[in-house]
């Protein structure tokens, strides 16, 4: 069974700070993982995803996560803080391909809010 | 393309009525997921659809809940004698899955129904 914990329900940082987003996964054969962001009254928009290849995976938006499968993490960073960044964010596993229907599991997301 | 979309955007019923939600994914698309997503918490998996055959069904999906995608095309959730508990946003998502590559790819979103029961 797949599983994510996102460390920190609400972040908070100044405009022009580092953003850290911090996600860890559990999963039985190789996931593919992915970060969407949930703005109020709105469905998810895919930031980034990893599949396989390059460990550091660029999104959209100026953010950006690494895989490190030696601590099953999957952080999102943004070097930048905007106010536009306000939002919910999100950390999903699924199954690689081959192992199943892809279904996503999401963790319980971050609210980040972004302090002027 | 214009994307994910779903109908209606939001939903006030009475406890006990049926309410029916429907979602027209992008049209190449030949897989359709429906999520539930409540209040401070992520959303979770209820079932999908590849083409028309309804493939799996998540626990959360009791008898009451039945989804049917009759044409491949759109699809249509209707939950039967709502209760409280369900309310919740109603999340569908679209991808394309390549059987000969195993391959599926990302799935988009739709903007979700909002169903409260009073």
């Known amino acids: 069974a797949q599983s994510v914990t996102q460390l920190g329900s609400h972040v908070s940082v100044s405009e022009g700070a580092l953003v850290l987003l911090r996600c860890n996964y559990s999963?039985?054969?190789?996931?593919?993982l992915f970060w969407y962001v949930q703005y109020p009254n709105q469905g998810l928009q895919l930031l980034l995803k990893?599949?396989?290849?390059?460990?550091l995976v660029k999104g959209i938006n100026g953010f950006e996560a690494e895989f490190k499968k030696s601590e099953t993490s999957f952080h999102l960073t943004k070097p930048s803080a905007h106010m536009s960044d306000a939002a919910e964010y999100f950390c999903?596993?699924?199954?690689?391909?081959?192992?199943?229907?892809?279904?996503?599991?999401f963790g319980t997301g971050t609210r980040l809010t972004i302090i002027p | 393309d214009t994307g994910v979309s779903q109908d209606p955007r939001h939903k006030i019923t009475k406890r006990g009525q049926n309410v029916t939600f429907r979602c027209d994914p992008i049209?190449?698309?030949?897989?359709l997921y429906w999520y539930r997503q409540t209040l401070g918490q992520g959303p979770e998996f209820l079932t999908y659809?590849?083409?028309?055959?309804?493939?799996?069904k998540s626990r959360l999906l009791s008898d009451r809940f039945s989804a049917e995608r009759p044409k491949g095309s759109f699809s249509t959730l209707e939950i039967q004698r709502t209760e409280q508990g369900d309310s919740a946003m109603y999340l569908c998502?679209?991808?394309?899955?390549?059987?000969?590559?195993?391959?599926?790819?990302?799935?988009?979103f739709g903007p979700g129904t909002r169903l409260l029961v009073l």
């Open positions: 998502a679209s991808s394309q899955f390549w059987w000969d590559r195993g391959y599926q790819e990302t799935q988009y």
């Open positions: 999963s039985s054969v190789p996931p593919y």
């Open positions: 990893y599949t396989t290849g390059a460990t």
């Open positions: 999903a596993v699924s199954d690689g391909p081959n192992f199943g229907n892809e279904k996503l599991t």
């Open positions: 049209s190449e698309h030949n897989r």
């Open positions: 659809f590849q083409n028309e055959a309804q493939l799996e």
